[in-house]
């Protein structure tokens, strides 16, 4: 079967490269193709990358708070650049302030995110979600 | 005494240079005009006659030529993402010395290719994908450009999953499937496409163009122009080694500008990537080390409106002394009179003030952007394309130039400008005027004599003296 390619990136204007660098490493150990992007990713670079490598993922990363804000729209504009479909997740310190998670959640996914991670999660829960969404194993 | 001829075919002038391998001096340069029409070699008869003239009889051990005549080396290139591998495919073709025709993004329409028909382009570069990565795109382009009318060569550097199923859409066409420009994100591998490229304009483009019958008279047209000015551009930078293992130092980094009636062309020699320990993270393709950019819309005749429309009539009009309306008077006059160089005073400070906006815009178009950012953790830097501030030498050449007066001063719109600090333009540097028009040239003798082509270099480079 055909290695799945995942975009990796830290969303906006955050600089937090060491939690990207954790991933990188996790998603290729699990298997994954990945193209690590670094930090202070656009949402236009997301797109780009993952319409030229036909990724099958991409894996938003945010540390500094502005994650709500810098992740609006990249779902519609997924679907603007042809990407309709492609799994897009999200994880980190994504929100400012105390708030349940599950309602956190929920708001991305009601931005259109496949899945929303709070901070602490461990890498292999992600991959184990990535596997479960691929219908690997 | 060891005379080689060296001869660059050019679209309006065929231009000859003499040198002598055993004192290493350039013996002379003479010009005619270049006869494509009829047979190449009558103009070039007459540009070595006019030669001999100067020099007295002279018996070349070799003859070496390049070319730019009847449209140069005309390329289409096509890629999936704009900035991605459309770019990288671009850069590939500027490179290998090719004047683009046109670069497409994302899928080819049927207007396209009637477009791409009515330029009949010499070579085609098909790109789009990363290696294992996005197939639709080019495959898709594949099968559009297999519905051309006009015949032209296609080379494939792309996704190389499906490099042969495009070559197999193209039957019946000269197909050659080369490296991805871009195999993985973000890596940038343009040599193999342009070694195919080159290959093909040796073979097939000097044959169809008519340099045949100039085959008697030269023993190699060895590449585009431009191929040969990057190669001298290398050399003068680098340095060479000597046959006895000593090294013949280059000058370092450097920056060339090559102003001409029509077109601006501008190549840096250097790195350009962001110093280690700044707080500047690099976006984009990384950008090549010996990177050639040619501004269609920048030229001192054919194109002298773009310049006015660049930098503004009032920029003019600032540097040269002239008053607007009479700026505007003379630039429409100069355009309509392609011919007409400066013969007075009046004159002379229009083009000067029209070089000095050609250079400035060519050259931050060349060079690199820094952007600010207000992070948590204090400000970061984004930059964009090649940092050229570390630079300190800078090479004139082009008809428009050599022959100025203040050109040091004119080769200081290169520089770096407080009013627009974020543009990554050389600080300071020591300006090298290319008066007997030779570059090109020692580009091509290179290929054979690097050293002597290095040492001549050095010599008739007459350092101006300018330094800011």
């Given at each position: 079967m055909e290695k799945k390619t995942l975009v990796l990136g830290v969303i906006g204007a955050d600089v937090h490269a060491v939690g990207v660098s954790i991933l990188n490493r996790a998603f290729l150990d699990a298997g994954f193709d990945v193209v690590n992007l670094g930090v202070m990713v656009s949402q236009e670079e997301f797109i780009s990358a993952a319409i030229e490598t036909g990724a099958d993922a991409i894996m938003v990363s945010s540390l500094y708070g502005q994650g709500e804000l810098d992740c609006r729209g990249l779902r519609e504009k997924c679907d603007e650049a042809g990407l309709k479909g492609i799994l897009l997740y999200v994880g980190g310190n994504i929100v400012i302030g105390k708030h349940e998670f599950s309602e956190v959640e929920k708001r991305f996914k009601d931005m259109g995110f496949d899945r929303a991670f709070p901070p602490g999660t461990d890498p292999q829960t992600t991959i184990d979600c990535l596997k479960e969404d691929f219908h690997l194993n | 005494m060891r005379p080689v001829l060296l001869i660059d075919f050019g679209s309006t002038y065929t231009k000859v240079t003499a040198v002598d391998l055993e004192t290493e001096e350039l013996l002379g340069t003479s010009q005619s005009w270049t006869t494509i029409q009829t047979d190449i070699g009558e103009g070039l008869a007459d540009a070595v006659a006019k030669l001999e003239e100067k020099t007295g009889p002279l018996q070349f051990e070799a003859r070496y030529a390049c070319s730019s005549a009847a449209g140069g080396l005309r390329m289409i290139t096509s890629g999936l993402v704009p900035e991605l591998t459309a770019e990288a495919a671009k850069q590939a073709s500027l490179g290998a010395g090719a004047k683009i025709r046109g670069v497409y993004s994302f899928e080819l329409t049927e207007d396209d290719i009637e477009d791409i028909d009515a330029e009949h382009p010499d070579i085609f570069l098909l790109t789009g994908g990363t290696d294992g990565g996005n197939k639709e795109c080019i495959l898709h382009n594949a099968d559009m450009l297999a519905t051309c009318k006009t015949d032209f060569p296609v080379v494939i550097a792309g996704n190389r999953s499906v490099a042969r199923t495009c070559a197999k859409k193209l039957e019946g066409r000269e197909v050659h499937i080369v490296e991805n420009v871009m195999p993985k994100f973000g890596a940038l591998n343009i040599k193999p496409a342009q070694d195919k490229i080159r290959e093909i304009f040796l073979k097939r483009i000097v044959e169809a163009k008519g340099y045949t019958k100039a085959q008697s008279l030269i023993d190699n047209i060895a590449m585009p122009t431009p191929s040969a000015m990057m190669q001298a551009m290398q050399l003068l930078a680098e340095g060479c080694e000597n046959p006895d293992g000593s090294k013949e130092t280059g000058i370092g980094d450097l920056l060339a500008v090559d102003v001409g009636g029509a077109t601006t062309d501008i190549y840096s020699v250097c790195d350009g990537m962001p110093r280690a320990g700044m707080d500047t993270i690099f976006k984009g393709l990384p950008e090549p080390y010996i990177k050639r950019t040619v501004e269609g819309d920048i030229g001192m005749r054919y194109s002298i409106h773009g310049i006015e429309e660049a930098v503004g009539t009032g920029y003019i009009s600032q540097l040269s002394g002239i008053p607007e309306d009479r700026c505007r008077e003379m630039i429409d006059y100069l355009g309509r009179n392609t011919e007409v160089v400066p013969t007075d005073a009046e004159s002379e400070a229009l083009d000067f003030a029209l070089a000095s906006g050609a250079i400035k815009t060519a050259v931050t178009r060349h060079a690199g952007r820094l952007e600010e950012f207000y992070t948590m953790n204090g400000i970061a830097y984004m930059q964009t394309g090649k940092?050229?501030?570390?630079?300190?030498q800078i090479i004139v050449t082009g008809g428009s130039l050599i022959h100025t007066k203040r050109t040091g001063k004119i080769a200081s719109a290169a520089f770096w400008d407080p009013q627009d600090p974020f543009s990554l333009k050389p600080k300071q540097a020591d300006i090298w005027v290319d008066r007997s028009y030779i570059l090109a040239a020692m580009g091509l003798l290179s290929g054979y004599y690097p050293g002597t082509a290095l040492r001549i270099m050095k010599k008739e480079l007459k350092k101006d003296g300018y330094q800011e």
């Open positions: - | 940092d050229l501030r570390e630079i300190r």
